[in-house]
Nanobody, 123 residues
């Protein structure tokens, strides 16, 4: 079992930046690709970004490409999501998730999920 705990959310203004963290514990982090998803009120959970275990490969949703950066520090069992130039439409609960092997852009492929952290961007 892998436990994931997100942190770093908050209330910011449009154009500001935030860095989300996702700390993993429990079973080894080794071999797990990680993803970030978000869910706004009344909407389905959507893919944001993902990274392979090595960190060499990443992928992003078109809506965040060029503004968000996913990274990881395997020595700290932590994944990050640097969010720049935030927009009101980025407002959502952000979840990190773990998947054994290669990453996926589909939420259904992930085995482990954190509890989420709220990000609110005011205009």
């Amino acid at each position: 079992q892998v436990q994931l705990v997100e942190s770093g959310g908050g209330l910011v203004q449009a154009g500001d930046s935030l860095r989300l963290s996702c700390a993993a514990s429990g079973r080894t982090f080794s071999g797990y690709a990680m993803g970030w998803f978000r869910q706004a009120p009344g909407k389905e959970r959507e893919f944001v970004a993902a990274i392979t275990y090595s960190g060499y490969s990443t992928t992003y949703a078109d809506s965040v490409k060029g503004r968000f950066t996913i990274s990881r520090d395997n020595a700290k069992n932590t994944v990050y999501l640097q969010m720049n130039s935030l927009k009101p439409e980025d407002t959502a609960v952000y979840y990190c998730a773990g998947i054994r092997g290669y990453f996926s852009t589909s939420a259904s492929g992930y085995n482990y999920w954190g509890q989420g952290t709220q990000v609110t961007v005011s205009s």
